[in-house]
């Protein structure tokens, strides 16, 4: 089976530029996560979906970012303008409904942002 | 709220010495357990889990955890590691009680394994 799948894997960007990363989940799976991970605040929740609907973006650093799920197997992440303290790996996981509220995760490899 | 405390930033070990990293959690809450693996340019991997039943679980590579309530640790030990064992280790937990369980992560343990 195809696990989660995020693009791009790499992206060197400007600062005040736009950015947007990609994310498509395990099928079937219900739930869908967005985590930054840095040197120095490791793993940090941004968002979360649940049958497509925001459930909890109180992670989201500031209005610069956003997410969206427009559908069971597509998110996006937007960060709008850039700026280079954002630059960091942005995680993208889902989880089952077999796993019942156990909180297992299935993570994508990452997209590894630069903000120049 | 939950929260995870990995003391060890790095554990540097020789190839086929025992090693053991060290979680504890804090939580008002019953809790899920779980450790996951990040090897380099790679996204997280589970590792093992707790969530009931037996206090020690195992990974099919030949890692163990044990669920200590009272101290409230979940460490992880392996008594003989391999050159392929070197990754990030990262300690999570989850609300039992939560409709919507999310996971909480520690910081991270770098498990270093030389020849």
């Known amino acids: 089976d195809a696990g989660v799948i995020q693009s791009p894997r790499h992206e060197v960007t400007e600062m005040g530029q736009e950015v947007t990363l990609r994310c498509k989940p395990i099928?079937?799976?219900?739930?869908l996560f967005w985590y930054r991970q840095t040197m120095m605040r490791g793993l940090e929740l941004l968002i979360y979906?649940?049958?497509?609907?925001?459930?909890?973006d109180s992670g989201m650093p500031e209005d610069r970012f956003s997410a969206k799920m427009p559908n069971a197997s597509f998110s996006t992440l937007k960060i709008q303008p850039s700026e280079p303290r954002d630059s960091a790996v942005y995680f993208c996981a889902s989880s089952s409904p077999l796993q019942g509220n156990t909180g297992e995760l299935f993570f994508g490899e990452g997209s590894r942002l630069t903000v120049l | 709220a939950q929260s995870v405390t990995q003391l060890d930033s790095q554990v540097p070990v020789f190839e086929e010495a025992p090693v053991e990293l060290r979680c504890n959690y804090s939580?008002?809450?019953?809790?899920?357990l779980f450790w996951y693996v990040q090897y380099p340019n790679q996204g997280l991997q589970l590792l093992l889990k707790?969530?009931?039943?037996?206090?020690l679980v195992e990974s099919i590579n030949g890692f163990e955890a044990e669920f200590n309530k009272s101290q409230t640790s979940f460490h992880l030990r392996k008594p003989s590691v391999h050159i392929s064992d070197t990754a990030e280790y990262f300690c999570a937990v989850s609300d039992m009680n939560s409709g919507y369980s999310t996971l909480t992560f520690g910081k991270g343990t770098m498990l270093l394994v030389s020849p």
């Open positions: 979906f649940n049958n497509n609907v925001p459930i909890d």
């Open positions: 099928s079937g799976h219900n739930s």
């Open positions: 707790y969530l009931s039943g037996s206090t």
């Open positions: 939580s008002s809450v019953s809790v899920y």
